[in-house]
Nanobody, 118 residues
Framework: QVQLVESGGGLVQAGGSLRLSCAAS????????MDWYRQAPGAQRELVAS??????ANYADSVKGRFTISRDANNMLYLLMNNLKSEDTAVYYC?????????????WGQGTQVTVSS
């Protein structure tokens, strides 16, 4: 049974930092990609950052230079968020895309709230 569990969210002042973690269990392979998404109130869910199994990372323009995504060999996923802004306030979700060859449908975490006060 696949389970993604995020942690590390909370309330922080603008300019502060937070580190999100996502523990992915029940996945017996190293996913080609692991992603962080976020969804602000009244907005669509958006891709924040993505990292390949080889460590190549891509970021949304809005977070480039402030956020760093990383992962380890145990399928732990992290998001270090520095210089947080009020517009970063959202629920942050960990996502593992589906893998057709491995018959893996993909999985979402339950989300962790990040609130940045100005």
């Amino acid at each position: 049974q696949v389970q993604l569990v995020e942690s590390g969210g909370g309330l922080v002042q603008a300019g502060g930092s937070l580190r999100l973690s996502c523990a992915a269990s029940g996945i017996s392979f190293s996913p080609a990609f692991m992603d962080w998404y976020r969804q602000a109130p009244g907005a669509q869910r958006e891709l924040v950052a993505s990292i390949s199994s080889g460590g190549s990372a891509n970021y949304a323009d809005s977070v480039k230079g402030r956020f760093t995504i990383s992962r380890d060999a145990n399928n732990m996923l992290y998001l270090l968020m520095n210089n947080l802004k009020s517009e970063d306030t959202a629920v942050y979700y960990c996502f593992v895309p589906g893998d057709y060859i491995r018959k893996f449908p993909g999985a979402w975490g339950q989300g962790t709230q990040v609130t940045v006060s100005s």
